[in-house]
């Protein structure tokens, strides 16, 4: 069965970078793009970016441009989320999810929460 | 980018009531309109893909219909469990945005 696992939750002073990732398994990891989308607490969904695992070609939210960064490691189905230059509004959930046939968000991994405090 | 509308913001309803939500593009988006349902502190699921194809596993009282710049999502007769929060977002074009959430409470 299809199952994406996220790292642990993690406390960053303002200033510093995060690198969330996100492990899929029961699928070939090359044949489905990957989304990344956040949740600030209380509030709604926002897409942050895409990457395709098989090139490594990714796109972003014009808002994060220069500070999100998203990789992959083949060898370990592995795909990582990295945000630069941490912000209090950057304290939300991430969450990676596979982009299906579809072009729907048809599994989600179970979230990671990142909290930014001085 | 695409701006996407969901009216209401929130809704109240009881068990057994028909509940439509609506979601409106900033542009046409054809039929790229995906829905999800989000429980407190659960990751979203999804429920509609295409404006109207039900996901696997989904039940039969969740529809949506819609195509261009208007959609709808309609729950047939609310039960208990459905109490969450519904999200729209069109995967036409990036970036892929998502609608602000309708909220739906029990009445």
């Known amino acids: 069965q299809v199952q994406l696992v996220q790292s642990g939750a993690e406390v960053k002073k303002p200033g510093a970078s995060v690198k969330v990732s996100c492990k899929a398994s029961?699928?070939?990891?090359?044949?489905?793009?990957m989304h990344w989308v956040r949740q600030a607490p209380g509030q709604g969904l926002e897409w942050m970016g895409i990457i395709n695992p098989s090139g490594g070609s990714t796109g972003y939210a014009q808002k994060l441009q220069g500070r999100v960064t998203m990789t992959r490691d083949t060898s370990t189905n592995t795909v990582y989320m990295e945000l630069s230059s941490l912000r209090s509004e950057d304290t939300a959930v991430y969450y990676c999810a596979r982009f299906g046939s579809g072009k729907h968000l048809d599994y989600w991994g179970q979230g990671t929460l990142v909290t930014v405090s001085s | 980018d695409i701006q996407m509308t969901q009216s209401p913001s929130s809704l109240s309803a009881s068990v057994g009531d028909r509940v439509t939500i609506t979601c409106r593009a900033s542009q046409s988006i054809t039929s790229y309109l995906n829905w999800y349902q989000q429980k407190l502190a659960k990751a979203p699921k999804l429920l509609i893909y295409?404006?109207?194809s039900l996901q696997s596993g989904v039940p039969s009282r969740f529809s949506g219909s819609g195509s261009g710049t208007d959609f709808t999502l309609t729950i047939s007769s609310l039960q208990p469990e459905d109490f969450a929060t519904y999200y729209c977002?069109?995967?036409?074009?990036?970036?892929?945005?998502f609608g602000q959430g309708t909220r739906l409470q029990i009445k």
């Open positions: 295409a404006a109207s």
């Open positions: 029961g699928y070939t990891f090359t044949s489905y793009n």
């Open positions: 977002q069109q995967s036409y074009i990036s970036p892929h945005t």
